[in-house]
């Protein structure tokens, strides 16, 4: 599968872009994942788990950076991110949580259940 979701919400006052690049390409250009509107909208996007992915987060409206980071997300868990302006502060701020754990990968999810087979085709000859 090596998909995690991710999900953006903003509780800014303007529309913001997020932009990603895999640490896998090297010069890559980055490329926009999503869109979100303002004033407490959300966006999710399926994202892969294979590389290491930097996102970057943009004001619609003008042409600077609100957050950018670089993190490896885990098979099959939910991601949440964040962008709101504190109280104490003028400055937006992202902030981010993990909503469900990832897949544990050494459980096996295709192993039966512990059978226990008992040959009795030779109970009877004795």
Same mark, same amino acid.
């Given at each position: 599968?090596? @998909? ?26 980055? @490329? ?11 966006? +999710? ?6 590389? %290491?992915?930097?996102? @970057? ?7 600077? %950076?609100?957050?950018?980071? +670089?993190?490896?997300?885990? $098979? /099959? /868990? ?5 962008? @709101? ?9 992202? +902030? ?14 295709? $192993? ?11 109970? $009877?000859? $004795?």
């Amino acid at each position: 599968m090596d @998909q995690a979701l991710l999900t953006f919400h903003n509780k800014l006052t303007e529309p913001v872009r997020v932009f990603f690049t895999s640490d896998y390409c090297y010069k890559c250009v980055k @490329q926009q994942l999503v869109s979100v509107k303002p004033n407490n909208n959300n966006t +999710s996007a399926v994202i892969s788990t294979k590389f %290491t992915l930097t996102l @970057q987060v943009e004001p619609q409206t003008r042409n600077s %950076t609100l957050c950018r980071w +670089s993190r490896t997300y885990k $098979e /099959g /868990g939910h991601y949440s991110v964040w962008m @709101q302006t504190p109280a104490a502060s003028a400055d937006p701020i992202c +902030s981010f949580s993990v909503d469900k754990s990832p897949n544990n990968a050494y459980l096996r999810k295709s $192993e039966p259940p512990f059978s226990l087979c008992i040959d009795q085709t030779g109970a $009877e000859n $004795e």
